[in-house]
């Protein structure tokens, strides 16, 4: 298969799948990743890092590129299915299946972000969430992994720097256009984590506030090892990359000074931008090309709820304050919650006109639907309470339904639209998404002109290929291969 690599070619090994007893010496393990928006899935090759480091032989497959090789789970001892984030939940789910279908008696383990969500037909599975290394080199191994969520504390090794040699080359992956030039572009990561609690965010969930630090020189050894490969930029894949403000600008210094034609994308909050606007010229200085910002809702008391820590005002005051400093904001939304009425929704779409914003963002952004997974920070709150259902394991969570079915019958449109058009310029969705959105009902208001809060710099704005979200739903294209099972 196309991007899967063994470290080595040794022999069989002894105690194979489905033995309870630690196995012997080395262990053959498939990685499997199903989504890591677009990029090179670096959650492959972190835990790759480690079980090498451990003795271990690894493969690993990217089922965003190719299908499920049948000969790749026949060679393997076990296979763990890399979760970072909703959408790759969701296909996991599929992939597992799969794997039961050609192998019922391999050991199996999801790891990442969402492997503590609780899925019903993945409840057997081994699952590490959080600080996931140690607990996956132990259960390769036949060993106790731990608690299903791990957050590494105590003395701690250096990571090891990640093995990309094993995964499918960078010219396989989504691109980024930064003045109507398309670049290879790779993932990295500085720290994992978030010291906020937004309550509708899954990283509090197993994070509850921490932050993991990644070992400053594996980070700029991961960067010079992408840049050898041929990337011109790197995303830095960090929930908030100012959680930690004076090392994050020491990291992307040297990386400058070390690659000074390298470009690089962060995501930081609304409340960040406004705390570090004194830093936003320097980053651009280091390279910076854009930056990807959750501004959620054109509602305060959305905002609120969700506790955000910015309100529209702030949101707009980012825009303007990044645009200053060179820096156009590629925001992310979350239209559909149980509090969104017809007038938020307009008023988000004024909002990304009245900013100049519609090349900025992806329209499915505009179809994303509130997610509770298990443990979120929003159960319990009586905001929620009236429209949830009760868990749902086909929904990785729990169900809520809108006061007003016409709203999520809107959603539902929405989201069929963007589907359908996820091959056109944002531009002409946009358009599309708006008509639908005004057609809608109420209120019948005339919008504002483009670009008369903010206007944005003439011709193409910086952006990633990849026009998908961690939240989303699979599209029927992602989900198809999955749903067919791997070839005979």
Avoid at 268 to 276: D, F, P, S, Y
Avoid at 407 to 432: C, G, N, S
């Amino acid at each position: 298969m196309t991007g899967s690599g063994a470290a080595t070619d040794a022999g069989p090994v002894a105690g194979r799948a489905g033995a309870a007893a630690p196995y012997a010496g080395r262990v053959r393990v498939l990685l499997i990743s199903t989504y890591e928006l677009g990029h090179q899935p670096l959650e492959l090759a972190t835990a790759a890092a480690a079980l090498l480091a451990a003795g271990h032989e690894v493969r690993c497959a990217d089922l965003a590129l190719d299908p499920l090789d049948p000969a790749d789970v026949a060679w393997c001892d076990r296979a763990a299915l890399s979760v970072p984030m909703f959408t790759a939940m969701r296909l996991a789910v599929e992939a597992a299946t799969s794997l039961r279908a050609l192998r019922p008696e391999l050991p199996l383990c999801v790891y990442g972000l969402y492997a503590a969500s609780g899925h019903g037909s993945l409840r057997e599975l081994t699952t590490i969430a959080g600080e996931y290394e140690a607990g996956l080199v132990s259960w390769a191994g036949g060993g106790d992994p731990g608690p299903p969520v791990q957050l590494g504390r105590g003395r701690r090794e250096p990571s090891p720097l990640p093995a990309r040699r094993l995964l499918a080359p960078l010219e396989r992956y989504a691109r980024v256009e930064i003045g109507g030039e398309e670049r290879l572009m790779a993932a990295v990561q500085a720290g994992r984590g978030c010291s906020h609690r937004c309550r509708h965010c899954p990283v509090p969930v197993v994070y509850d506030g921490r932050v993991r630090r990644v070992d400053e020189a594996v980070v700029l050894a991961d960067i010079d090892q992408v840049v050898e490969a041929g990337a011109r930029h790197v995303s830095f894949a960090d929930p908030d990359f100012f959680n930690t403000p004076a090392r994050s600008m020491q990291i992307v210094a040297e990386l400058h000074r070390r690659h000074p034609s390298l470009t690089f994308d962060v995501t930081t909050k609304v409340e960040h931008v406004l705390a570090h606007r004194d830093r936003l010229a320097e980053l651009r200085a280091a390279g910076c090309a854009f930056v990807v910002s959750a501004f959620e809702s054109a509602s305060d008391p959305i905002l609120a709820v969700l506790d955000k820590g910015h309100t529209v005002a702030d949101a707009s005051a980012a825009v303007r304050l990044l645009r200053r400093a060179g820096l156009e904001v590629r925001p992310s939304w979350l239209p559909f919650t149980p509090w969104t009425d017809r007038g938020d929704l307009v008023d988000l779409l004024d909002f990304v006109i009245a900013h100049d914003l519609v090349a900025n963002v992806d329209p499915v952004q505009y179809s994303v639907r509130l997610l509770v997974p298990d443990g979120s920070l929003l159960l319990g709150r009586p905001e929620l309470a009236p429209h949830l259902g009760a868990y749902d394991p086909a929904q990785l969570g729990w169900p809520w339904a809108h006061p007003d079915p016409a709203i999520d019958a809107l959603q539902r449109d929405v989201a069929a639209l963007v589907e359908t058009h996820v091959e056109r310029p944002a531009t002409e969705t946009f358009a599309a998404l708006d008509d639908l959105v005004r057609a809608s009902g109420p209120p019948d208001r005339p919008g504002p002109a483009p670009g008369s809060v903010s206007r944005g710099p003439a011709g193409p704005r910086p952006r990633i290929t990849e026009p998908w979200f961690c939240c989303s739903e699979p599209t029927a294209a992602q989900l198809a291969p999955l749903y067919s099972g791997p070839a005979a």
